[in-house]
């Protein structure tokens, strides 16, 4: 809880890079271990709508996930864990949804999809009771509050209340019980990339949970809170090294020069257009459009989709490489 603590003191200004940039890495991780791994590259088109594929679609659905579930996280109720489910669902689309084995890749995730396909969902009729016991567990005062997380994670990931979608609507969860319980505030640990680190071992706790053990998650869970804090804290080291790298690349730009301005948002904005820039510096769009042109020629920023001329957006490739990067590392640990 201390290194969370700490966690929470250097991420929790909304606006500084790593906070922005930690929902792209937690959606991806929780994608992935659902069997839907996507490129930052690819996430980065879904989220302007500039492509169908799939993986990179449920990313983006993920993000407004979690969205959903900060926002009710004071009032956690099956109600509450539907509309995250909705939010997951509306962000999919146009994807037919069902009880069907899920396009898989890697031995870790197939580990995670076995193990709960041992774990059959329960009736119908049997749901809203078992939903109604998740909630009045996780209101209880009378357990370490990570451990709380946990165990009301691997209940949801059990019950299986939904035809498809039950991981990611849980690990989003997580974010908005963390909230309630006051381990975290304001900022989002990346306990999605944590757990997949080691799917085989999450995939053991949440069978061990179904078989009646809870230990093994709450353990899983302990060891996830110090991996993403260690993980975030190589993410922020990146990117200081690629804001001193793009420093370097704006050499002898004027000291006011507007491109100044948006190398602080491209580091935590994979995604940039000139109407959002010239928003947040208060610069006219003309300025932002020069600024962009000129970080671009100094290979800072790059068009999202070469050749556009409507609606023209750009990327931050040094950016997206790191988020990838978080993606495939090893264990901190």
Known sequence: MRELARFEDATSTPNAPLARLLPWAESMASARLEGRPARAEQVAMAERGRTLQREAKWVVAGMGATRAALQVAGAL??????????????????????????PLAGSGPAALHEALTRIPPLP????????????????????????RVAIAHARLQTVQPFAAGNGMVARALVHGQMRAAGILRAS??????????????????????????????????AHAALEAVGRSRRLREDLATIH???R???????????AWQVLPLALGSPTLDAAGIAQQVGASRMAVYNALGVLEERGVLEPLTPGSRRNRAWRAPAVLVALDRFQLRDSTF
């Open 248 to 258: 370097e690349a704006s050499t002898g730009l004027r000291r006011h020069a507007t």
């Open 244 to 246: 001193e790298r793009w």
């Open 124 to 147: 119908s009729d049997e749901v809203g009771a078992a939903l109604d016991d998740l909630v009045a567990f996780g209101q209880r005062d009378d357990v370490h509050p990570l451990a």
């Open 77 to 102: 109720n099956a109600d509450a864990i539907s509309e995250v489910h909705a939010e997951l669902v509306a962000g999919a689309k146009p994807f037919r949804f069902g009880r069907q084995p899920l």
């Open 188 to 221: 989002l640990a990346p306990m999605s990339a944590a757990l997949a680190a080691d799917p085989r071992g999450y995939a053991v706790a949440l069978l061990a949970y179904h078989e009646g053990d809870v230990l093994p998650i709450v353990e899983r869970f």
